[in-house]
């Protein structure tokens, strides 16, 4: 059975996270399979959005701890090296894809799984999905950029709750930190997230691009510097045919037929 099943069509190529008898827990051959899904997804310009969920009736439950040999007689593990092998270029890479990301959460979201949640652009939840920093249960520190995203998210107060507490965060909660962008009922969930993903898809991809990494740059930006690469970013963008195509469809009052260009 495939760890991850990939599809594409409408212009959205859809992840599906496929193990769930583990809730979807990471493992080498789960997580090279995403990497590789959002590589062909930088590389193909026919997929203009990504649709991220989980099967069963989990998301991720992070790292596959049966496959850690933690014993008397284990030697210790360099959990660091793992972490710049495959986790760390994987969060680059979404952050960095010029595409709109979707995830569906659909259950519980568990230490670098909402990570993974959280390194997508825009969040749906099941509302009987949960959120939790289960790191400190095990006497580890949250990874997978969980530190840079929760306090940004959340708010410092909520994160250090969230890290040292490990107690779950209900969707409904998580909606209203602002750690997702909504909740939805759970028979909702994917004809919501579906739809929002080909909308994204029918849209402005370059602005959509343009629009990920101004907001990426911000949080170290002073104002004049975000205002100069708004002033850069905004340059590229008005050369596009897609903004021809906006500026066009509005003036002649029709739908904008936008092509990703």
């Known amino acids: 059975?495939?760890?991850?099943l990939v599809s594409v069509g409408a212009g959205v190529q859809r992840q599906t996270l496929n193990r769930p008898d583990k809730l979807n827990a990471f493992n080498p051959e789960l997580l090279a399979a995403i990497g590789e899904a959002f590589e062909a997804a930088e590389r193909d310009p026919a997929i203009r959005a990504v649709l991220l969920t989980g099967s069963g009736r989990g998301f991720?439950?992070?790292a596959d701890l049966d496959q850690r040999e933690v014993g008397p007689d284990a030697p210790p593990m360099d959990l660091g090296a793992g972490l710049d092998?495959?986790?760390n270029p994987l969060i680059r890479r979404m952050r960095a894809l010029e595409k709109p990301i979707v995830c569906a959460v659909n259950g519980i979201?568990?230490?670098a799984g909402t990570s993974l949640a959280f390194a997508c652009d825009i969040v749906?939840?099941?509302r009987s999905a949960a959120f939790l920093q289960a790191f400190a249960r095990i006497g580890l520190v949250p990874d997978a950029g969980a530190t840079h995203f929760l306090p940004r998210l959340a708010g410092a107060a909520r994160a250090a709750g969230m890290a040292?507490?490990?107690?779950?965060?209900?969707?409904e909660d998580a909606e209203r930190w602002g750690l997702i962008w909504r909740c939805v009922d759970d028979a909702?969930?994917?004809?919501?997230?579906?739809?929002?993903a080909q909308k994204l898809a029918a849209g402005p991809t370059r602005s959509y691009g343009l629009i990920k990494r101004a907001l990426l740059a911000s949080a170290g930006n002073t104002l004049d510097r975000q205002l100069d690469l708004e002033r850069d970013l905004q340059r590229e963008a008005g050369t596009t045919e897609d903004f021809r195509e906006g500026v066009r469809a509005f003036k002649e009052k029709r739908k904008a037929r936008y092509q990703g260009r």
């Not at 909702?188 to 929002?196: G, H, I, K």
């Open 124 to 126: 749906l939840a099941a």
């Open 1 to 4: 059975m495939a760890a991850l």
């Open 188 to 196: 909702q969930l994917m004809s919501e997230a579906e739809a929002l």
């Open 60 to 62: 991720c439950a992070g």
């Open 164 to 171: 040292l507490l490990a107690d779950p965060v209900s969707a």
């Open 109 to 111: 979201a568990a230490g």
């Open 85 to 87: 092998a495959v986790y």
